[in-house]
């Protein structure tokens, strides 16, 4: 959970709530101001999976 804590901090936003399942949190930032806090941390630290492809589209 600290980590996901540590992104409401990297990100300037976002939250961190419980999830349905037991012991599982979840980060969800929304709105596009928030998300656009998102867009230069991955444009410098690339993405090694799957992941990569989507986020280039």
Known sequence: MKV???LCVLFNG???LKH???N???YRIGGIQ???N???YFDNHTLY???SIS???
Do not use: D, Q, R
């Open 38 to 40: 998102v867009f230069p």
């Open 14 to 16: 976002g939250i961190v």
């Open 49 to 51: 999976t799957k992941k």
């Open 24 to 26: 599982v949190y979840e």
């Open 34 to 36: 928030n998300c656009k």
């Open 4 to 6: 996901l804590e540590y």
């Open 55 to 57: 986020y280039i589209l």
């Open 20 to 22: 349905s399942a037991l």
